[in-house]
């Protein structure tokens, strides 16, 4: 299992307080990886700290607006100093609007890219200048959605913003493939989070969503262990620009 290993490594996970995020941190948490949380909400950083260290591991929690340059700039030198150096980041969190498209006003739609995209720009920028500077290799993972793929008529702006974070990381993985920098993305189906409790609870939808996903679940923060841990490790030395499809089947149905 030593292809695996991620003792030694330092990894920042954003928007990793819960949901799919605390299930990469606990994945990498669990190979070893020493492992920083970065969020705007404190408490439940806290909480997700805890839960962390008692795994074995050194961790932190930030609360970190992603949406500010700044702001991502400072967690960062204040991760290295707590950590070592950073060369893993889950660029993941994000947010959505559930307002109808003709009636959102610019500052809502400015408020979702903000996060979804600057968020994943300003965090993927700060550790590749890091990597780039130090002349180290890393693993930049971001999160995605087959939103990316699918014109979602409830989310078309959700849509717009998972499908320019996918092809960031395709160019990113172009651009700074032989500085030893990898970047993937994860594309999650549907998953139980806070931010899928509307969908889950309609009893319509979700009878329509499970009968198109072959598993016939639900995915958990817990299915997501295990890719991050294989996309952090030297198991996937030879990947990059590529997106892994994390949904129970549901795009190939």
């Not at 780039?132 to 014109?151: D, F, M, N, Y």
């Not at 500085?179 to 549907?190: D, H, L």
Request: proline content about 2%; hydrophobic content about 45%.
């Amino acid at each position: 299992m030593e292809l695996f290993d991620l003792s030694g490594r330092t990894a920042v996970v954003t928007g990793g307080n819960r949901g799919i995020g605390l299930g990469f941190a606990r994945g990498l948490a669990k190979a070893g990886a020493n492992v920083a949380i970065w969020s705007r909400d404190e408490a439940k950083n806290q909480a997700a700290v805890e839960e962390l260290t008692s795994l074995g591991i050194n961790s932190l929690g930030l609360g970190v607006d992603v949406s500010d340059s700044g702001a991502v700039e400072a967690a960062l030198t204040e991760t290295e100093l707590a950590l070592g150096e950073v060369s893993l980041l889950f660029a993941n969190a994000g947010t959505s609007a559930n307002l109808e498209y003709t009636e959102m006003d610019d500052s809502e739609w400015q408020r979702l890219m903000s996060v979804n995209v600057d968020g994943v720009h300003h965090c993927t920028q700060a550790v590749i200048k890091r990597l780039r500077e130090r002349k180290q290799p890393g693993s930049i993972v971001v999160t995605a959605s087959l939103a990316a793929h699918l014109g979602l008529p409830f989310a078309p702006h959700y849509s717009a913003s998972k499908g320019a974070v996918l092809q960031l990381a395709r160019a990113l993985a172009v651009r700074y493939g032989k500085a030893g920098i990898r970047v993937n993305a994860i594309s999650p189906g549907w998953v139980e989070t806070d931010m899928t409790e509307g969908v889950k609870a309609d009893e319509k939808a979700n009878a329509f969503f499970m009968a198109r996903t072959p598993a016939r679940r639900w995915g958990t923060p817990q299915d997501f262990e295990g890719i991050a841990v294989f996309l952090a490790s030297d198991a996937s030395s030879w990947i990059t620009g590529a997106e892994f499809l994390v949904d129970g089947g549901f795009s190939a149905n």
